[in-house]
């Protein structure tokens, strides 16, 4: 089993769409959620970052966590054409150094 | 502000040939550097990541080697390059540990390599 999760897609959604993104993980000692965004040919960059359970809010985007079942969840409201990009879940264990594991990312398409 | 510099951007190398990716972090001392690599379709694959000067520690066995000669400069190298070995690179660091932030990562814009 993977330590991270999540559905590769290609997600397509028309513009103004409520756009759900999840990655499951196995390894409770992860202690520090981020999401990040990487548009084609491009570095990723950071979306969100969270450390405990519930939701954290940041303008049209809520980074969902749920420790217990080892769940987390990126929300997008009204999306736009300019979210089109592959979005990386990611999650930090804190070892000798901050260990980062990626999911394998979800391409998203916003149809205008 | 801290700013992260990686070069070239595009690479086409034939096999057996060697490399040479750069990475350089401005604005900031005693980072914490990052070689990722990501092939078309997966994840993102950590592959060396560094904790001080001349202090290299590889994620997976292969056929590269990471140096880092200076504080803020991370160097990936290959002597013979396979074909097994295009994808995207990315350079990235974070804020030594007793820095607020200390464990976000903050990419590069990547070096695209296609080994032929």
């Known amino acids: 089993q993977k330590e991270v999760e999540q559905d590769p897609g290609p997600l397509s959604v028309p513009e103004g769409a409520i756009v759900s993104l999840n990655c499951t993980y196995s390894?409770?000692?992860?202690?520090?959620f981020m999401w990040y965004r990487q548009y084609s040919r491009k570095g990723p960059e950071l979306l969100m970052y969270?450390?405990?359970?519930g939701n954290k809010e940041d303008g049209r985007f809520t980074a969902q966590v749920d420790k217990s079942s080892k769940y987390i969840s990126l929300f997008i409201r009204d999306s736009q054409p300019s979210d089109s990009a592959t979005y990386l879940c990611?999650?930090?264990?804190?070892?000798?150094?901050?260990?980062?594991?990626f999911g394998p990312g979800t391409s998203l398409s916003v149809i205008p | 502000s801290q700013t992260i510099h990686q070069w070239p951007a595009t690479l086409v190398q034939p096999v057996g040939s060697p490399l040479s990716l750069e990475c350089t972090v401005e604005?900031?001392?005693?980072?914490?550097l990052y070689w990722y690599r990501q092939a078309a379709g997966r994840g993102l694959q950590l592959l060396f990541y560094?904790?001080?000067?001349?202090?290299i520690s590889s994620e997976v066995p292969q056929n590269l080697s990471a140096s880092r000669p200076q504080d803020r400069q991370f160097i990936l190298s290959s002597k013979k390059l396979l074909l097994s070995d295009s994808g995207f690179y990315l350079c990235?660091?974070?804020?030594?540990?007793?820095?607020?932030?200390?464990?976000?990562?903050?990419f590069g814009a990547g070096s695209r390599l296609t080994v032929l």
């Open positions: 560094s904790v001080g000067i001349g202090q």
């Open positions: 390894n409770s000692a992860f202690q520090y």
């Open positions: 969270t450390y405990s359970s």
């Open positions: 990235a660091w974070t804020p030594d540990r007793a820095r607020a932030g200390a464990n976000v990562l903050t």
């Open positions: 990611a999650m930090i264990m804190r070892t000798s150094y901050d260990k980062v594991i």
């Open positions: 604005g900031t001392s005693n980072p914490n």
